[in-house]
């Protein structure tokens, strides 16, 4: 049996830009022999099967998509176990608030930097984070989007990254232990 795969795609159908529709995806992925192959909202996040190992995957993935596309999206692979283990060790599991107020920034490699002076000088009293090397998890329930410590994450935090909120994490679970069954 095939291993399943958990595929986040960074920056795409945002803003007009990178536009991926997500049944053209799918017919592409089933057509390069993945299978399995489901989406979860248009935001950039595909699952299926494979027996590729990681780094053939990544490739193949890009390669899809800037050949059918006209784009190379930054793509993160992740399988089952990491994504349990991710929420597991999720800090924040007990917080009153869940799903969009919690989010998770998964990392492509352990940070270069983390300048947790700026993060602490940015965040509000009712946001934390913790950071370990392969995310960061984010408690906001005010929202990230007028998060001053979300706006300049990119300064505090070297790395590549994207981030999902909790209730898109639990669901990508989900639907992967559904494919795994």
């Not at 960074?10 to 049944?23: E, S, T």
């Not at 990544?58 to 992740?78: A, C, H, Q, W, Y």
Request: proline share 3%; charged share 25%; net charge negative.
């Amino acid at each position: 049996m095939s291993k399943i795969w958990i595929c986040l795609f960074r920056g795409i159908n945002v803003g007009g830009n990178n536009k991926l529709p997500m049944k053209d995806l799918t017919k592409v992925m089933l057509a390069a022999g993945l299978t399995d192959v489901k989406t979860y909202i248009a935001s950039g996040n595909a699952l299926f099967g494979s027996d590729l190992n990681e780094a053939a995957l990544e490739k193949l993935m890009g390669d899809l998509v800037e050949t059918n596309f006209g784009f190379r999206p930054s793509i993160f692979l992740i399988t089952l176990a990491h994504l349990e283990k991710t929420l597991a060790e999720n800090p924040f599991h007990d917080h009153e608030h869940q799903g969009k107020a919690q989010h998770v920034f998964f990392f492509k490699a352990p940070p270069t930097k983390v300048d947790r002076e700026l993060l602490d000088s940015l965040k509000i009293d009712s946001e934390a984070y913790e950071i370990t090397d392969e995310v960061m998890y984010l408690y906001a329930p005010e929202g990230i989007g007028r998060s001053k410590m979300v706006e300049k994450l990119g300064r505090a935090i070297k790395a590549d990254m994207t981030a999902r909120n909790l209730n898109t994490v639990e669901t990508l679970r989900d639907m992967a232990a559904g494919l795994q069954a």
